[in-house]
């Protein structure tokens, strides 16, 4: 059996490493949560991205596939009037035909390349996202960590200085004792 200042040494040490053990299980399993639901919340950002980049392709093909029809309408148009215009006034006119069908084409591929850009910066930014997200909760469980591990070594530095200067006789420094063996 140890004297009463020793034992209440020992019990604080041993509540403060299971303290440190149990605050240190704690904060792996927050940073462990954190950095699923930022996995999460990435894969789901993607999801939508890849859903955008689909819907805009196909409303860039629609758009392209409306050019044409016009275009091919036009085209039909000039070549029912054709025994009526000169070769140089239908030549003329296929080639405006020609020239509003490659510009319309271009201007609907360019808005669609920025489109897909924009949603490949948006991929590229949830990844991002989960990469700081996951560094903060890394950073957030080692600062609990370090902080009970801190903790702990202050209990046993406190633990052993009680113990050193806890008295050795049995009424050390107490007058009453030498009082009463007489």
């Known amino acids: 059996m140890c004297d009463p200042v020793t034992g ?58 409306d050019i044409m029809r016009s275009a091919q309408k036009e085209l039909g148009a000039v070549q029912a009037s054709e025994t009526m215009l000169t070769e140089s006034s239908l030549g003329s006119l296929l080639y405006a035909g020609a020239y509003d069908l490659n510009v319309g084409l271009g201007r609907v591929e360019e808005q669609e390349a920025r489109d897909v850009g924009f949603r490949e910066s948006q991929q590229a930014d949830a990844i991002a996202r989960q990469k700081t997200r996951g560094v903060q909760a890394a950073g957030e469980a080692s600062k609990q960590i370090s902080s009970a591990v801190g903790s702990a070594l202050k209990t046993v530095v406190g633990a052993g200085s009680s113990i050193l200067n806890a008295p050795t006789t049995p009424g050390k420094g107490d007058s009453s004792f030498f009082a009463d063996s007489f």
Request: glycine share 6%.
């Open 8 to 65: 209440m040494a020992l019990a604080s040490v041993a509540s403060s490493v299971i303290s440190t053990g149990m605050t240190t299980v704690s904060a792996g399993q927050q940073a462990k949560a954190e950095f699923k639901a930022a996995e999460q919340q990435r894969k789901a950002e993607e999801a939508e991205a890849l859903r955008g980049i689909a819907q805009e392709q196909q409303e860039g093909l629609e758009q392209q596939s």
